[in-house]
């Protein structure tokens, strides 16, 4: 591959479209609940088929190549949680449409993500992102952690929220990974204007919009108001409503250019990490 002025952005998108294969058809060699979580989650470990075989009774063991493996969260849609504000068997869904805008977007970061079937039926798997090593007996950076000396970068994430209407943006929901990258993660509780918005970003509140973000909601809503790909994989994804008002909200922030004022005392999420 020869690389050009934008060579480094074809090299990773070459990459996240290997994922993409992978995390869709890697078959699941192995599978653990993730705990905590208030709908079902488990993080499965997903093996290149070349190198793996899939035994042929529970109780056979199976040697795994490590080096050939990859991981991810898991997501089943019968693993989730009915809500009053979310239509039931959903999540999944919304997971892989708050992707695909961040794709467009070009922004924040969030893990591959893709619909697959899994051990307990069909659900999303997103690339597992290793957080940040720290000290023993000490918990993993958070917003609340890195709001003083990075705010500036949790800027696309707050306005990303505003976009997908995210009703559930914990502080827990941003990682740092060894890199000292930030990651965005749980994006079940979006796009349905039913719901109320629900965030931990306040500080945003008010403040204009950066202008060249502001740009690629531009050129976002201008592919969604034709019938683009994205626009086309969004309505499987979602309902026809939901589709329509996430380009409204999108002009509606075109036309204010100013982060919404959310209110700290109705707005947040529970727990808030």
Same mark, same amino acid.
């Given at each position: 591959m020869s690389v050009g ?25 192995? +599978? ?38 990859m991981y991810g969260i898991y997501k ?98 941003? +990682? ?7 990651? /965005? ?36 809503? /201008? ?51």
């Open positions: 002025p934008d060579g480094e952005d074809a090299i990773e998108a070459v990459a996240e479209s290997v994922l993409l294969h992978r995390l869709s058809d890697w078959p699941i060699s192995g +599978i653990g609940l993730h705990p905590g979580g208030s709908n079902y989650v488990f993080v499965v470990r997903l093996t290149d088929p070349a190198k793996y075989t899939e035994p042929e009774s529970e109780n056979d063991e199976v040697e795994v190549d490590e080096s050939a493996s089943p849609q019968a693993g989730e949680r009915p809500l009053r504000d979310f239509p039931g068997g959903t999540l999944h869904n919304r997971e892989r449409a708050a992707y695909l805008i961040s794709q467009k977007l070009g922004w924040p970061r969030i893990p591959p993500t893709v619909i697959r079937s899994g051990p307990h039926g069909e659900g999303s798997v997103q690339l597992f992102i290793d957080a940040a090593s720290v000290p023993e007996n000490e918990e993993p950076d958070n917003f609340f952690s890195m709001r003083d000396t990075r705010l500036d970068d949790f800027r696309d994430m707050a306005m990303f929220d505003a976009l997908v209407h995210n009703a559930d943006r914990k502080g827990g929901s941003c +990682i740092l990974d060894e890199a000292g990258q930030l990651w /965005a993660i749980d994006h079940g509780l979006t796009f349905n204007q039913m719901a109320r918005r629900r965030t931990v970003m306040f500080e945003f509140n008010g403040s204009e919009y950066p202008v060249e973000l502001l740009d690629d909601v531009k050129t976002l809503v /201008a592919e969604l108001e034709t019938d683009s790909g994205i626009g086309r994989e969004l309505r499987t994804l979602l309902s026809e409503p939901e589709t329509d008002d996430l380009v409204t909200r999108g002009n509606e922030m075109i036309a204010g250019g100013n982060y919404p004022f959310l209110d700290p005392d109705t707005n947040v999420p529970w727990p808030m990490v």
